[in-house]
């Protein structure tokens, strides 16, 4: 790894430290939601509905779930009617196989197929305000709700590719995710504080992006972070590290949208 070049990220002096300190400090304990890791003034934001920024994009979303779209003109609700009933609990177990194509999906991925599969409606691109609004509407159903997703079955080669993919060193600064959120969470980098790298708190809102954003653009940022390859948003590569960001935050309760720096 060639400091010099990296030292302007800020990035490098940790990373150095890191090499030393790896080999002593050993995960063995339970993995907490992002909002453990905050500042008190940000967790005050997340907490208070009125002023969570996020809490915008919720509204904006309760909108869309009930406006018909597509050749249907089918609206969510002439479906799953009531959210707070129907939609309650059902981010905490996404990702999820989809049992039709057997592909791993996200909650992104699943609103999407129900305007291309049911409404007769073209698929959100990701980070636009409506995917961004349903899906934050969706999964704020299931706020305090815990983390629970399956892992067996056909779910079983997603969960290891992700596994696989959290381990691996990446990048000109070869650090793998386990690194950070593993070895060395409640340090401090860059003026943030490492979390055990969570996606229970997503979408959120990042006063860094001045807008919500989605899980995905928060990995790519990481994989940028270190110098290594980012994918797309919705990719196979970060969906299997969602399901897998997911089974091991097993327990930890939904928090979206979270409020983050
Ligand atoms: C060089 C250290 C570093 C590496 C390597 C890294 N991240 Fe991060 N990551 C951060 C920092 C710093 C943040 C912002 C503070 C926080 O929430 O942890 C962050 C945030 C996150 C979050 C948001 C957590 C929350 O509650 O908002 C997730 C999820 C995440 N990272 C996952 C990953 C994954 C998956 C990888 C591997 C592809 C990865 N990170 C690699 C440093 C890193
Ligand atoms: C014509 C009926 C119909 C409409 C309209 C519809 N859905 Fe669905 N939705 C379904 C069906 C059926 C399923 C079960 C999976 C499947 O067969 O596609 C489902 C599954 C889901 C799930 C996963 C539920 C779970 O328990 O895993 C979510 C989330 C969801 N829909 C959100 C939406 C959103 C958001 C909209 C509007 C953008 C929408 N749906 C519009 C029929 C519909």
Redesign the pocket.
């Known amino acids: 790894m060639q400091c010099s070049r990296f030292l302007v990220s800020g990035f490098c002096g940790v990373a150095g430290l890191m090499g030393v300190l790896l080999p002593v400090l050993a995960a063995d304990r339970p993995v907490r939601p992002g909002s453990f890791y905050m500042s008190k003034n940000l967790l005050a934001l997340q907490a208070d509905d009125i002023a969570n920024p996020g809490m915008l994009w919720v509204s904006d ?1 309760e909108s ?2 009930r406006q018909p ?1 597509g050749r ?1 003109q ?7 009617d009531a ?1 707070d009933v ?2 309650k609990g ?2 905490a ?2 990702p ?1 196989v ?3 194509s057997g592909e791993l999906f996200n ?1 992104e991925k ?2 999407n ?3 291309t ?3 007769g ?1 073209a698929a959100l691109a990701y980070e636009t305000d409506e995917l961004l609004a ?1 899906t934050a ?2 999964a704020h159903q299931s706020r305090g709700e815990r983390v629970k997703v399956h892992i067996d079955g056909p779910a079983a080669p997603f969960y290891e590719a992700g596994r696989k993919r959290f381990y691996t060193r990446v990048g000109q600064l070869n650090l793998s995710c386990a690194q950070c959120h593993e070895a060395n969470a409640g340090r401090r980098l860059r003026g943030d504080t490492i979390s055990d790298g969570v996606g229970s708190g997503w979408p959120a809102y990042r006063l860094e992006w001045q807008t919500l954003g989605s899980l995905h653009r928060r990995l790519r940022a990481c994989s940028l972070g270190v110098r290594a390859r980012q994918f797309d948003s919705g990719s196979p590569e970060y969906l299997s590290l969602e399901l897998y960001l997911a089974k091991r935050a097993e327990d930890v309760p939904v928090e979206a949208p979270a409020v983050r720096r």
């Open positions: 979303g869309l779930w779209v249907a089918k609206s969510c609700a002439s479906c799953h959210a129907t939609m059902v981010a177990r996404y999820a989809d049992a039709e909650l699943r609103i197929t129900c305007r599969r049911h409404q409606a349903l509407y969706v």
